[in-house]
């Protein structure tokens, strides 16, 4: 017998076995994963309707996407299945393999447990899902001792104090966006998303790295990768988890990222020490978190010779590495998406920006030149623009950038709207910040612009119930860039509102897409019709991309204000 026929006659075999074997190992596990379910679903867990022993829910679920637009975000669909669940106000989903079981909730109630009374620990899906991007814990995903340690050192960068010492450079950086609206008045559609990303990426990189980039008016490596990054990251879409090429690009980027911000830590480390070594004087209060991270490594060290060290401990700057990669990531989209959604908001109601710049004028004065002058010598000036604030939040309403998720822990249980006592071992409970903020149970007009809900008095009935907004969720674990956020979009609204005046284009938009589409998708949209483009009626849906960006990078003309 030949020794290539020995080798044949005994590795089919074995491969055969092996992969019987994984064949039952999956079987043996599904069916003990769905018998759980099934047994919770006897026990009485409110279950998302449709759900079967071979799919789970993940017929369900697709169903129900087909009804939205390919790109919209997973969290507007399950927010619609919400508002068939009135009597729970939440439903069990089960979308195992590809995610372990998950209560969606929009329970104020309900969250309020979840995150301020238990502060149950951040799911490891939320950690497994953005690895790619982070590189690995950081202080969104971390919990326990590991969780406090890094918040307690971040915390003082990200005082209300501390902060107001940024405001200068946000009016700096918001003076280059204004000159670039004013370069594109009658001119060309821009994309207001591109033009907001840029704005918030200039400012988070100062306030994480302290560096001064000029991404406004050029390009940056770490924002191209990051961007390249976030585009090939899906929570939940299979055609971008299965992808082969997925794994390769964000590795590569990541690399990219990783070896940036390495240098950038041990460049500021030298620095740091000849400041240390030269004079004797404590150096001025760090406030960017790369200053914050340093500092607390060499005054919580226990190494006498530290500053004498070439180069920092390779563990620590791993993971300052990703804390740093994690406030990029927090930092960016979700304030970016969120001045778009208040132009979006501001140009369907026109009425607002009466106020709005009646506002302006009485703190700034009619001279529109004087706000970004006055708001760098007084930062404290933005404490003053209630109506601004209340467009604001009543944007972050309804176009909340981001949920949280967190895992169930024995001993804790919740209870739905209509009584029923769930153990949450075993599943995560995902708040759906959408549709709690819309929950037409606690929300006079949910669908309706209203920033004056944020002017009432408690008695009127506009005046909002505690706990029922919560775009930057609340309790111990709440977002730390809450004040800094509301500081860049609070200049970017007195500094431009008086000025410009931003209107959504995208019928132009989707007819030169339509006139420039090649032959395939021409083909394609003949035989299977034109694709679902809006969400409840509105074109500008919030997408899948980090920080829920919106569609088609909001295509937009800018006219001056009048
Ligand atoms: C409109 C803007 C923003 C919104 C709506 C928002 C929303 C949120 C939400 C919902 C969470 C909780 C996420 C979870 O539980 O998984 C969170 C956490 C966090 N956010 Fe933000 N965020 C915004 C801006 C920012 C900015 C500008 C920064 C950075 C400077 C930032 C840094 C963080 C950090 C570090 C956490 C984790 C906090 C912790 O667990 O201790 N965010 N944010």
Known sequence: MAVTDLNLNFVLPALGVVAATGVAYFIATAYRHRSHINQWHKQGFPMLAGWSWLAGHTLVLLRYSSRFPPLANVALVLQAMLEEYPESEMFLIDLWPAMPPVIVNCNPDVAMLVSQKYNLPKSSTVEQAIEPIVGGPSILTMNGSDWKTWRSRFNPGFSAASLMGHVPYIVDRVQVFCEKLQASVGRDIISLDDFATRLTFEIIMKVSLDSDIDYQCGEHPLSTSLNTITR??????????????????????????????????????????????????????ANSVIALALEAYISESEDKRILERPRLNDEFAETVSHQIRLFL??????????????????????????????????????????????????????????????????????????????????????????????????????????????????????????????????????????????????????????TLSLNELRVVLIMTARSF??????????????????????????????????????????????????????????????
């Not at 988890?241 to 794994?247: M, Y």
């Not at 010598?377 to 604030?389: D, F, I, S, V």
């Not at 967190?406 to 995902?430: A, F, K, N």
């Not at 920033?451 to 009432?456: G, I, N």
């Open 501 to 562: 005046k931003l209107e959504p284009a995208y019928e132009e938009w989707d007819s030169m897409q339509a006139k420039n589409a090649g032959l395939w998708t021409k083909v394609t949209t003949w035989i299977g019709g034109k694709e679902i483009d809006t969400v409840k009626g509105d074109r500008a849906f919030q997408t899948e991309v980090a920080g829920s960006h919106p569609s088609d990078g909001y295509p937009c003309r800018v006219s001056l204000a009048v």
């Open 329 to 482: 990531l927090a930092g960016n989209d979700t304030t970016a998406s969120t001045i778009v959604f208040m132009y979006h908001l501001l140009s369907k109601h026109p009425e607002a920006r009466v106020p709005l710049r009646a506002e302006h004028d009485a703190i700034f004065g009619k001279d529109i030149s004087n706000a970004a002058t006055l708001l760098k010598q007084q930062p404290a000036l933005l404490n003053q623009c209630r109506y601004t604030l209340a467009v604001i939040k009543e944007t972050l309403r309804m176009y909340p950038p981001a949920p949280t998720m967190r895992q169930g822990l024995p001993g804790y249980s919740i209870t739905t709207l209509d009584g029923v006592s769930l153990p949450t071992e075993h599943v995560r409970i995902m708040t759906n910040t959408w549709a709690v903020q819309k929950n037409p149970r606690l929300w006079v007009r949910p669908e309706e612009f209203l920033p004056e809900r944020w002017l009432a008095n408690s008695g009127d009935e506009l005046y909002p119930i505690p706990g029922a907004y919560r775009p930057f969720d609340l309790g111990p674990r709440v977002c730390l860039g809450q």
């Open 232 to 285: 090939w990251h899906s929570f939940w879409d299979p055609r971008v988890l299965l992808h082969p090429l997925r794994p390769f690009i964000q590795w590569y980027h990541g690399n990219i990222i990783k070896n940036y911000i390495r240098k950038e830590l041990e460049q500021r480390f030298s620095e740091l020490k000849a400041e240390r070594l030269e004079s004797e004087t404590v150096a001025k209060k």
